[in-house]
C-alpha cells in the first residue's frame, strides 16, 4: 500500500507534460476504481476522469448536468489518490453555478490532488458534447467563469492547469451565436483571459481539425476522441502530427464494459448459471486494486489480520 513519493505536484507534473510541443498526452477516460487501477497498469502518463462516466457509475444517470460538484469532486479525489504520481485531468462540467461556485470547485478540485480540470459554456442543463441541441451560456457568462477558474487557480498557488472548453461548434447561446468562428472566438477570450489549455469540443472532420489547430492561439490543444461522436477517430499518433497535444479517450473503457456486462447479466437470467471460462477468481480480481500490497502493509506494521491468506 505504498503512496508513491514525488517530488512534483500532480499540476507540475501536467505542466510539464503539455509544455513540451513535441509531445502529445494520452488520457484514457476512467470513471470508477476499477477502471482507474487498469488504466494506471497500463502505464498512461495521465488519466481522464470522465463526467458522462461517473454520472452512469456513480447515479446510474445519463450525461445531462446531473452530477453535482460532490460526486465530481469524491471521485476524482478517489481516482487522483491511488496513484499520485499519475496526474489527472477532471471533468468540471460547467462549474456547477456562478463564479463562486466555480471557483470552489477549482480550489476542491486542487486540494484533492487533481491536475487539470476543464470548464464548458453550456448552460447548467447541459448534455453531453456530442448530442444536438446544445445551449451555450453567453460570452460574457463563459468568460466570468475562465476568470473565476483562473483566480481560484492563482490565489490557491495550487497550478492546477485550467482547461477552457467550448461546445460552441455544435451548439448555440440564446442569440443565437455558434458554430465553428464562435468557437475560435470564445477560445481566444479563453487564453487572453489566461487559462493552460484549449478544448475545441466536437470537432466535425479532419479538415476542421486543421483549421482550429491553425486558428487558435499557440496555447496546447485537447482533442476529444468518442468512438460513435461527430469526431472522427484518429490515432494518437496521427492526432499529434495534427498538432494536438492532449488527446483524451473518455469514453473508450465504458465501450468495452457496457456489452461486457450486460451479456454476462443476460447469460445469468437465460441460462440459469454463469461459467466464466478463465476465471480469474477472488485473488486476482481483487489484485487489480492492490490486495497484495495492502496485505503486505498490514504485515509490514506488526498485523497478523491476514497472515495465511
Ligand atoms: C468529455 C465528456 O465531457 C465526458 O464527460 O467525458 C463527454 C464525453 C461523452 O459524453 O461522450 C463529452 O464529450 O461531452
Redesign the pocket.
Same mark, same amino acid.
Given at each position: 500500500m505504498s503512496t508513491p513519493h514525488t517530488s512534483q505536484t500532480a499540476p507540475q507534473k501536467l505542466r510539464h507534460l503539455i509544455s513540451d510541443p513535441s509531445h502529445t498526452v494520452v488520457a484514457p !477516460?476512467v470513471?470508477d476504481g476499477i477502471s482507474a487501477r487498469l488504466a494506471l497498469a497500463q502505464n498512461f502518463e495521465c488519466l481522464?476522469?470522465?463526467? $458522462? !462516466?461517473? $454520472?452512469m457509475s456513480r447515479l446510474g444517470m445519463a450525461?445531462l448536468g446531473l452530477t453535482t460538484f460532490t460526486d465530481m469532486h469524491q471521485n476524482a479525489a478517489m481516482i487522483a489518490s491511488l496513484d499520485p504520481s499519475v496526474p489527472v485531468i477532471a %471533468?468540471a %462540467?460547467t462549474g456547477y453555478g456562478g463564479p463562486i461556485n466555480v471557483a470552489h470547485t477549482v480550489r476542491g478540485y486542487a486540494r484533492a490532488g487533481v491536475a487539470g480540470l476543464?470548464i464548458?459554456d453550456q448552460v447548467q442543463e447541459?448534455?453531453?458534447?456530442?448530442?444536438a441541441g446544445k445551449l451555450l451560456v453567453s460570452r460574457e457568462v463563459f468568460g466570468n467563469r475562465l476568470r473565476a477558474a483562473c483566480k481560484a487557480r492563482d490565489d490557491s498557488g495550487s497550478g492546477i492547469v485550467i482547461v477552457a472548453?467550448t461546445?460552441a461548434r455544435a451548439g448555440k447561446d440564446a442569440e443565437g451565436n455558434g458554430g465553428f468562428d464562435e468557437a475560435v472566438l470564445r477560445l481566444k477570450m479563453a487564453a487572453e483571459i489566461g487559462v493552460d489549455a484549449l478544448?475545441f469540443?466536437?470537432l466535425q472532420d479532419q479538415r476542421e481539425c486543421e483549421r482550429a489547430i491553425a486558428a487558435l492561439p499557440k496555447l496546447p490543444v485537447l482533442l476529444?476522441m468518442?468512438p !460513435?461522436?461527430k469526431t472522427p477517430i484518429m490515432t494518437n499518433a496521427h492526432a499529434k502530427k495534427l498538432g494536438f497535444r492532449i488527446v483524451?479517450w473518455?469514453?473508450a473503457g465504458l465501450e468495452a464494459v457496457l456489452p461486457a456486462l450486460e451479456n454476462t447479466y443476460r447469460a445469468l437470467k437465460e441460462e440459469d448459471v454463469v461459467y466464466t471460462e478463465g476465471a480469474l477468481g477472488p485473488g486476482k480480481l481483487f489484485e487489480v486494486c492492490g490486495l497484495k500490497d495492502l496485505m503486505a502493509f498490514d504485515e509490514s506494521v506488526g498485523g497478523n489480520a491476514y497472515s495465511g491468506s
Open positions: !477516460g470513471y481522464y476522469m470522465t463526467g $458522462a !462516466g461517473t $454520472a450525461d %471533468d %462540467d476543464h464548458e447541459k448534455r453531453c458534447g456530442h448530442l472548453r461546445d478544448f469540443e466536437a476529444n468518442v !460513435g461522436g483524451i473518455p469514453t
